[in-house]
């Protein structure tokens, strides 16, 4: 290989001195000039002047790849790639490295050391950094959506606002979803309703649902079956299918009628000023024991029983979680209202007989002994599910659900509603038991994402992706099976194995399971990676 | 040279927790050894059995630092690697090495301070286990 490295110019900046004190910058500039690098240091001791120092000298001298080095790089990184753009140089020829690292070390030779080291170690990896070359892209800018409930409606609605044509399936034949069913919801999902209805830019289809999905982000062709069979072109599905709720109570039988009832049959019962009978049992905790909203709905239902019918009211539960905001305060107003908490750890019985509910339990604090309630009404946390045919759907788009049986989101840590496919969205219940807030902005949010990637018919897309050489690839279809997010497939053709540049996250899993290797990721190529190795005894061993 | 015996460390980070939780410990100034190489990798599943068999050629402890098992930013890749590293050591007790020398280790985000706690031990290890005697120089 020939080498340019004059061309690479490295880039040494201080903050408030912390290096110098530490280590010799001087001596690392020159060892480094010596290797035939270009070195520059800044005199500057605060970030705002290194940049314009930094922008400077990318003025002055002409350089193909650069290494900055300072104590704080990494986090600075978008800041340093936006001066590069400035001057045409590819964001892919910078590498960054944190000076901290040298730190540590007791001695100052020691610590010039390895300052060297990294140095010179960032800069053979930029050395040996191939062109990312680019590639365009058509896009499907239509999206499609799974379910007509709160959360596939907000989403279409916004996806509209920003101009893109959505196809709402629902599997039912009218819209809504479980929300239609809560009294207090009822007038909001009405307004959602009609505004859809009225829109131009979606068409809704009922009573059909997705039977396969072919293809990757920006190109989807989705086949849809029901009244008709349809096949659509999509850039991007969300999936809105909602979650069901059922009462986790294995001793419901006829006779049990309405004796038992979910809370949320409670709350619309309140909100209708229904009646509630003279004794009302509550027993929570039967189920998702980890989630706070049931004891937050607990207390708000305990409380509005107690002061408006003025029914004598009974909570049992395995564990009050009251971490909520005000959840300690309403937990005491429960209590100075006159309504009574017990504990269980182990599940109580619970009888039906002549319109009353038996339920007993063993007394915490004398375990020997029984404590049995007679009530008119059970009141128990239902049990979320997932809703009926996930496991199909999931099948259908190739992702994953978690234990429970819902569908995964890709990583919590950003925008939760991604899945593990590019360009496949889990919004509202069908990813997480949440409330009605929480879904309309998840709505919102991943709509906005996805308008953020459909808004152009056509995008110049940086091949990052991994790179499969035809030549080597023995079709053993290991990494087909290995990519997490479904961005390879066969190509007949060629009779290889093929990239999905759009769809590949670049994560490098298909190239380390590749018996023959032969799967290259551009940004960390082995030679690169086997060379950072070597480095280690070169220079300081 | 054994009297002081240095233990060298290779220190694999995935970009999503191990580079950040380094960045995290230097910035902190939360103490881990000398000696220890950090290089960064996409995704712990990035990492190939002949990366870590030459880190131990160059070194004397290999660690992998890689997203809590359900974290893992490209779902499963830790998984692999957690395999991969079982593998390992078995081919390492053929042929004679400790396979206390390559250790995987599960990290949040940003816990500077358990990855510094981390290297702290591993390296006490090492400096125990003395030179590793598949270190090419040797
Ligand atoms: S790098 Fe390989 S495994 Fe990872 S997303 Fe891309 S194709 Fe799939
Ligand atoms: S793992 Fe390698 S050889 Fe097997 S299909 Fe993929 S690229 Fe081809």
Redesign the interface.
């Known amino acids: 290989m020939k080498r340019e490295v004059s061309k690479i110019g490295i880039f040494i900046y201080d903050c408030e001195s912390k290096l110098k004190n530490v280590l010799s910058i001087s001596e690392v500039c020159s060892k480094l000039e010596g290797l035939g690098f270009v070195c520059f240091e800044s005199p500057a001791s605060h970030f705002n002047e290194a940049m314009s120092d930094f922008e400077k000298y990318l003025k002055d001298n002409e350089m193909l790849k650069v290494v900055i080095a300072g104590c704080?790089s990494?986090?600075k990184e978008q800041i340093f790639k936006n001066s590069l753009k400035k001057v045409g140089l590819s964001p892919y020829w910078v590498n960054f490295v944190?000076l901290?690292?040298a730190?540590?070390?007791?001695e100052k030779k020691?610590a010039t050391e390895?300052a060297i080291n990294l140095v010179t170690q960032a800069a053979k990896w930029i050395e040996m950094q191939e062109i990312i070359g680019t590639q365009k892209v058509l896009l499907n800018q239509k999206v499609l959506v799974l379910g007509g409930g709160i959360a596939g409606i907000e989403t279409a609605l916004t996806l509209t606002e920003g101009g893109l044509d959505v196809i709402l399936i629902e599997e039912t034949s009218h819209l809504g979803g479980g929300a239609v069913a809560v009294e207090n919801l009822k007038g909001l999902v009405k307004s959602k309703i009609e505004a859809l209805v009225n829109e131009k830019k979606v068409r809704v289809i009922n009573s059909s649902h997705l039977v396969d999905l072919d293809g990757h982000v920006g190109r989807f062709t989705a086949r849809v079956e029901g009244e008709q069979k349809l096949i659509f072109e999509v850039g991007a599905v969300v999936v809105a299918t909602g979650n069901e709720l059922i009462l986790p109570i294995q001793e419901l039988d006829e006779s049990s009628g309405s004796l038992a009832i979910g809370q949320k049959d409670l709350e619309n019962r309140l909100s209708l000023s229904k009646d509630v009978p003279q004794r009302v049992c509550f027993l929570i905790d039967l189920v998702d024991e980890d989630l706070k909203i049931s004891t937050q709905v607990l207390l708000k239902q305990a409380l509005a029983v107690k002061e408006k019918f003025g029914s004598d009211v009974i909570c049992l539960c395995r564990d009050l979680k009251v971490s909520f905001d005000g959840g300690e305060k309403l937990y005491e107003k429960a209590q100075e209202a006159g309504v009574l908490f017990f504990k269980y750890t182990k599940k109580p019985k619970i009888a039906f007989s002549d319109e009353i509910v038996k339920t007993s339990l063993i007394n915490e604090d004398y375990p020997h002994e029984k404590l049995v309630f007679e009530s008119d009404l059970l009141v128990v946390n239902e049990k979320i599910m997932p809703g009926r045919g996930s496991n199909a759907l999931a099948e259908s788009l190739s992702v994953?659900l978690d234990s429970k049986g819902f569908f995964q989101s890709?990583?919590?840590?950003l925008l939760p509603t991604f899945s593990?496919r590019r360009g496949i969205f889990f919004v509202g219940g069908c990813r997480l038991p949440q409330n009605i807030n929480e879904t309309l902005s998840e709505a919102r949010a991943t709509a906005a994402e996805i308008f953020s990637f459909l808004s152009k018919e056509e995008i110049e897309l940086d091949l990052t992706s991994a790179k499969i050489d035809s030549d080597k690839c023995i079709l053993c279809l290991t990494c087909i099976r290995?990519c997490?997010?479904r961005a390879i497939v066969v190509d007949q053709e060629e009779e290889t194995a093929k990239v999905i540049p759009l769809a590949c996250?670049?994560?490098?899993?298909c190239?380390?399971?590749c018996p023959v290797v032969a799967i290259e990721?551009p940004?960390?190529t082995?030679a690169q990676?086997?060379g950072?190795?070597?480095?280690?005894?070169g220079e300081?061993? | 040279m054994k009297r002081d015996f240095e233990p060298?460390i290779?220190a694999f980070c995935c970009e999503?927790s191990g580079?950040p939780s380094?960045?995290m410990a230097?910035?902190s100034?939360f103490?881990?050894p000398?000696?220890v190489?950090?290089?960064k990798?996409?995704?712990s599943?990035?990492?190939?059995a002949?990366?870590i068999m030459?880190?131990l050629?160059?070194?004397d402890g290999v660690a992998i630092f890689a997203c809590h098992k359900e974290?893992c930013?490209?779902?499963?890749?830790n998984l692999?690697t957690e395999a991969?590293v079982t593998y390992i050591s078995k081919i390492l007790r053929e042929i004679g090495i400790e396979k206390e020398r390559v250790q995987m280790y599960f990290l949040a985000?940003s816990n500077g301070v358990k990855f510094a706690r981390t290297l702290r031990v591993f390296y006490k290890n090492l400096k125990d286990l003395g030179p590793n005697a598949g270190r090419?120089?040797l």
């Open positions: 704080d990494r986090s944190n901290n690292e730190i540590g070390y007791k020691k390895k994953d890709d990583n919590v840590k593990s290995t997490p997010h996250q670049s994560c490098g899993i190239v380390s399971e990721l940004l960390y082995n990676i086997i950072q190795l070597n480095d280690v005894v300081a061993g | 060298k290779t999503h580079l380094a960045d230097v910035e100034e103490v881990y000398e000696g190489n950090i290089i990798i996409p995704c599943g990035k990492v190939e002949i990366h030459r880190a050629e160059e070194g974290a930013q490209f779902l499963r890749g692999r991969k985000p090419k120089e």
